[in-house]
Nanobody
């Protein structure tokens, strides 16, 4: 049984930081590229960041809305993928999901249908 379990969400003030983690089980983690998405109330789920199966140079991709503030990383030995979020803004408030895909490419990473497995999400609220 495949499981992706997110953790690390919470309430933070604008300008603050949070680190999300996603623990994977039931899959050969190193075979999958991993992504983070988010969904705000009343909005569609949107792509945030992704990392290739081999986290070497040029293996990460970010949406412009988080570039320079968020950093995605992975540890294949621990089957985890992380999202370090800095300089958080109220518009970053959403439920954050991790997802697994065998696809890679600028256009396909944005497509929810290309991700085979999803976690249940963790709430991030940025508010003073």
């Amino acid at each position: 049984q495949v499981q992706l379990v997110e953790s690390g969400g919470g309430l933070v003030q604008p300008g603050g930081s949070l680190r999300l983690s996603c623990a994977a089980s039931g899959i050969t983690f190193s075979n999958y590229n991993m992504g983070w998405f988010r969904q705000a109330p009343g909005k569609e789920r949107e792509f945030v960041a992704a990392i290739r199966w081999s986290a070497d140079a040029d293996s990460t991709f970010y949406d412009d809305s988080v570039k320079g503030r968020f950093t995605i990383s992975r540890d294949n030995a621990k089957n985890t993928v992380n999202l370090q979020m800095n300089v958080l803004k109220p518009e970053d408030t959403a439920v954050y999901y991790c997802a697994a895909t065998t696809w890679w490419g600028v256009t396909v990473l944005y497509r929810i249908s290309h991700y085979a497995f999803w976690g249940q999400g963790t709430q991030v609220t940025v508010s003073s």
